[in-house]
């Protein structure tokens, strides 16, 4: 336990990640790398030999354990850091692909995790001016800018979805 009385995510017992966790996992960023793009239940569970009801148990246990966010009521991949499985105002362009990251920190993820270039066209949050920045040959390329956390990455977890 946290000094803050919240239990440790990465949990051993009966909510800890399995094998098949972890094959569910990897499916869903193998999906995001090939296409952009968050897979839907049905694929993972095909892909995996499992069961769609399966699948929702452990994107279950994948949230509890800080590995991805399902979308509510469990029926998809809402994000996979960096990737965001639906819109966000971050859309990153590869030479392959667009897809969406969750923030400005995970656009430049998806360069990094892909281990390709990268751009994202955006507006900043606040004052709603434009903004543009990327990845260029493993360097941050941008006319300026600051990225600012507004909660510390400790308590990311705790609303991953305004974090």
Same mark, same amino acid.
């Given at each position: 336990m946290r000094d803050d009385d919240t239990t440790d995510v990465h949990t051993q017992g009966e909510d800890a990640p399995t094998d098949f966790d972890w094959a569910v996992r990897t499916r869903i960023y193998r999906t995001f790398g090939e296409t952009g793009g968050a897979p839907v239940v049905a694929e993972i569970a095909a892909?995996?030999?499992?069961?769609?009801?399966?699948?929702?148990?452990?994107?279950?246990?994948?949230?509890a354990a800080?590995?991805? #966010?399902?979308?509510p009521g469990g029926?998809?991949?809402?994000?996979?850091?960096?990737?965001?499985?639906?819109?966000? #105002?971050?859309s990153v362009e590869t030479e392959d692909m667009?897809?969406?990251?969750?923030? #400005?920190?995970?656009a430049l993820g998806v360069a990094?995790?892909?281990d390709t270039d990268a751009w994202t066209s955006t507006r900043c949050a606040e004052s709603?001016?434009?903004?543009?920045?990327?990845?260029v040959d493993g360097e941050?390329?941008?006319e300026s800018g600051v990225i600012h956390?507004?909660?510390?990455?400790?308590d990311a977890w705790v609303d991953i979805g305004f974090t």
């Open positions: 892909a995996v030999g499992g069961t769609e009801f399966q699948v929702r148990e452990s994107l279950r246990r994948l949230f800080h590995e991805i #966010a399902p979308l029926n998809g991949v809402w994000m996979a850091n960096p990737f965001s499985g639906v819109p966000t #105002a971050y667009t897809c969406y990251a969750n923030c #400005a920190w995970d990094a995790i892909l709603g001016t434009p903004l543009e920045f990327g990845v941050v390329q941008s956390l507004v909660t510390p990455i400790r």
